[in-house]
């Protein structure tokens, strides 16, 4: 990978940055049905969303992008599940089923899904669902995308963030009425207020993929005030040298 794939690189658990202020954007990214919703945040300014049909469409649209967040695996294993998956479920208690193991790349690499299902049996033990296998083209159009991502990007999970963020894992699903507000209220008590979020994205995102995106961005704000943590702590490190862990 590139210089500006933060994947690649061998971070410690804890990112540091020496800044005491950050003034571009830090963006949060979540996959959609039909492309992908950014959610900016910068100092003294409404949150921005974003539609972008490819994540290569990001860069165009904004411009100013200085870390970027993304709920979808960065780093493929091979053969074993990966560390980082195996602890986000730990810590997520009762909401520990939104983690989904991800796929060996033979197996998302496959041709169909009974064909990925006997691979992924063969090399782990264990199947592969078919939500699992039907995010192989997000996961690889970020593959594709980040040596040449306009700054360094980093994975997250939402459902981490905002178990940190509220300093216990949410009571009630997204989806739900009582979900969707106690991830607001808590976006809000740090500045980030999604009620007057501008932008194209606001008006096109589904409620649970903007209050997703929105943690993301409160991570990669994280990222960039040296705030930020790892599961695991310190990261795995593939045989490439990339970091391999989610952040928040």
């Given amino acids: 990978m590139g210089g500006n794939d933060s994947g690649s690189m061998s971070l410690p658990g804890h990112f540091n940055r020496d800044v005491e202020t950050w003034s571009m954007a830090a963006i949060g990214i979540d996959a959609c ?4 919703i950014a959610v900016a945040l910068r100092t003294g300014a409404e949150a921005q969303a974003h539609f972008l049909e490819s994540i290569e469409d990001l860069a165009e649209a904004i411009s100013d992008a200085e870390a970027i967040a993304i709920d979808i695996p960065i780093g493929l294993p091979n053969e074993v599940r990966r560390v980082a998956d195996v602890e986000a479920r730990n810590v997520l208690g009762p909401r520990s089923h939104s983690v989904f193991f991800t796929p060996v790349r033979a197996a998302l690499e496959a041709r169909d899904h009974p064909t990925a299902t006997r691979l992924s049996l063969e090399l782990t033990g264990y199947g592969i669902s078919q939500q699992s296998f039907a995010l ?10 980040l040596p040449n991502a306009p700054c360094p990007v ?8 905002f178990r940190f963020l509220m300093d216990a894992p949410a009571s009630a699903s997204k989806k739900s009425w009582a979900g969707m507000i106690e991830r607001r209220k808590a976006l809000l008590a740090v500045g980030i207020d999604l009620d007057h979020a501008i932008g ?28 930020a943590h790892s599961i695991p702590d310190p990261p795995e490190i593939d045989e490439s040298g990339r970091a391999i862990a989610i952040w928040y």
Avoid: C, N, Q
């Fill in 33 to 36: 049905k039909t492309g992908w």
């Fill in 136 to 145: 192989r083209s997000k996961i690889f159009e970020i593959e594709r995308w």
């Fill in 154 to 161: 980093w994975e997250v999970h939402p459902e981490v963030s």
């Fill in 200 to 227: 194209e994205g606001a008006y096109l995102a589904t409620t649970d993929d903007m209050l997703d995106a929105a943690v993301a961005a409160w991570s990669a704000k994280r990222l960039l005030d040296g705030t």
